[in-house]
């Protein structure tokens, strides 16, 4: 199935880090579908951004600071989604020690994606839709594990807590799913056949544009599918888009 196959009308949803990249294609996607979609992103203002991001709400929030997620989740009423597809942002040249501090907050759960979750799940507890709530980590949530250990290590770590994460919040009606890929590369199956990309017969960046276009679409796909009543009764899995 296509986005355009889903109906979230009526459906709220948040995309932090929906201002670009895989995150952007995501919340697009949701719009298209009915949806009312919220973004965030670390600038301050919507219009900062070189992404168009007039078809959604957007909040500003920086995932290293307790205080920044405490505004955010203040400012949501209600919500029955939430894609995590925001990247670590730590300030340039932090000292060592600070950098240490801020990964093993991030592997504790004090900040980042871990956090926000946490602090939004009654919230998700709430929502009337088919299957609860759902939660959708994306490959993005690896940047923040990444901080004290390896891409490999730090992939393996979404996979097991998501897993943990959707045994133990499925008493409170809330699935965890995530959408992962190790690479640019699309398999065939998630490539609408109907929607070719432009340039794709052009050697160098167009080329990897185009594969970089094709893997949103796998994601933002897989994603949507996460988040309907299709997948009511599938909670702590990891799809693999390789």
Known sequence: MTSGSY????????????TRGDGHAIASSFARSGASVTVTGTMML???????LSQF????????????????????????VLVLAAGCNLPHGLPPS?????????????IGPTFLTTR??????????????CVVNTGA????????????????QVVESTAAAGEKWAGLGVRVNAVMHAS????????????????????????????????????SD????????????????TLRIS
Not at 46 to 52: E, G, I, V
Not at 193 to 211: F, H, I, Y
């Open 7 to 18: 109906d979230f009308t009526g459906y709220e949803v948040l995309v932090v880090g929906g």
């Open 120 to 133: 939004l799940r009654l919230k998700l507890s709430q929502s009337p839709a088919l299957g609860g709530g």
């Open 57 to 80: 709400d957007y909040e500003s929030v920086n995932l290293a600071r307790q205080d920044s997620i405490d505004h955010l989740v203040g400012s949501i009423d209600h919500l029955d």
């Open 184 to 219: 640019r590369v699309v398999p065939r199956q998630y490539v609408p056949a109907s929607e070719p990309v432009g340039g794709s017969r052009v050697a160098g960046g167009t080329l990897l544009r185009g594969q970089q276009q094709r893997a949103s679409e796998a994601v």
């Open 141 to 156: 949530v690896r940047a923040w594990l990444e901080l004290s250990t390896t891409p490999e290590a730090a992939h393996a």
């Open 98 to 110: 600070e950098r240490a501090f801020f990964a093993e907050a991030a592997r504790s759960g004090l």
């Open 46 to 52: 919507r219009a900062l951004y070189d992404t168009d």
């Open 222 to 237: 897989a994603t949507l599918f996460l988040a309907s009543s299709a997948a009511s009764r599938i909670t702590g899995q």
